[in-house]
């Protein structure tokens, strides 16, 4: 898994505004609860340095150092249990004073020993969900809500079986693939006429892997050869597009939206080139949309290209009627 850089420096900041904003108000406990109670301050002086004296003085008298922890052990709890009765006579709770981190295993630093700690890659998981949900709208865009219905039931004579049994197909084939999605899963290109669930279906894995907490990186091929030529030519934005090109570059998985509505030039061509042959060389996962057909791959991109995206991606074919256009006319 790779983590975005970005997301994980933000969750680590929320993380530490946390443990600040805890320390402080326990902080404020102490001072409210030791000017009600003085002698808990005193109490807590002793508790935070008899430890040090104890094992000292042991160690330098030459006695038995189980027999000095022993006793102090003793006087330690002698001296928590009075601290409890006097925050309870001062109307407190008896654990008041008592710090516990949300997570034990890290102590809400995030991290194990140099592994990222459960608590904090459930952090890192939702925000990844957070951010692309304002690209997508992945909330309503799942696989529960696919309607096969939509798609008709009678046969097509050219291909040998009806929209919906197609889609059928298409519809296990993304589920399946966002439910085991892993670094190393394989390549998706989905193509066919508009309307027809594409990018809903990309959506819905896009969903799916982000809450696993995989990044995913979605555009559209317009916006992402766009990036590439700010950056190339140092446009107003080129800072903000190399941000999204490092996305397009390093994220889990790769979404390519609406590839062929782009204009096509020697420049994209080129760039689309590089961003392919540079994810299919580290293995990194790519789901490419169209409205092409894949005979037009070669004269409008190149014979190099045309053969990464038929063998190097497995092809979901879409047809039938135009779902959208269906919603637009009353007709579903």
């Known amino acids: 898994m790779r983590y975005d850089k970005e997301i994980l420096s933000g969750v680590l900041r929320e993380m530490e505004r946390e443990r600040t904003e805890k320390a402080e108000l326990y902080a404020a406990r102490r001072e409210q609860v030791y000017a009600a109670a003085p002698r808990v301050r005193e109490i807590d ?24 922890v022993e006793r102090l052990r003793d006087q330690n709890l002698a001296l928590q249990q009075e601290r409890r009765a006097l925050l309870v006579q001062h109307g407190f709770a008896p ?30 998981a939702a925000r990844l969900t957070r951010e692309l949900s304002t690209i997508l709208p992945i909330g309503d865009q799942n696989f ?5 219905d939509y798609y008709s039931d009678v046969p097509d004579s050219r291909l040998g079986m009806s929209a919906r049994e197609n889609m059928e197909y298409n519809l296990s084939v993304c589920r399946a693939y966002a439910d085991t999605f892993s670094p190393q899963a394989k ?18 894995i896009a969903g799916v892997v982000s809450r696993k907490g995989y990044s995913v990186a979605y555009d559209t091929a317009i916006r992402i050869f766009g990036s590439y030529e700010s950056v190339k030519f140092t446009a107003p934005d080129a800072a903000e ?92």
């Open 95 to 124: 654990d008041y004073l008592d710090e516990r981190p949300a997570c034990a295993a890290c102590g809400d630093s995030g991290y194990v020993g140099a592994e990222p700690c459960d608590c904090l890659k459930k952090r890192y």
């Open 144 to 148: 529960e809500a696919f309607r096969l």
């Open 187 to 204: 390549n998706l290109l989905l193509y066919g006429s508009t309307g027809l669930g594409k990018t809903f279906l990309s959506s819905c």
């Open 45 to 68: 002086r002793r508790l935070s340095g008899t430890a040090a004296a104890v094992l000292r003085a042991a160690l330098e008298s030459g006695a038995d150092p189980a027999a000095a």
């Open 241 to 332: 597009a190399a941000r999204r090109v490092r996305k397009y570059e390093q994220s889990d998985l790769l979404i390519v939206d609406d590839l062929g509505t782009e204009m096509a030039t020697s420049f994209t061509v080129s760039a689309f080139y590089g961003l392919l042959a540079g994810r299919l060389m580290r293995r990194g996962p790519m789901i490419v949309s169209t409205n092409l057909l894949p005979a037009e791959f070669e004269p409008r991109y190149s014979p190099a290209i045309a053969s990464r995206l038929t063998g190097e991606f497995e092809q979901l074919r879409f047809f039938g009627d135009d779902i959208r256009a269906k919603k637009r006319r009353g007709l579903l």
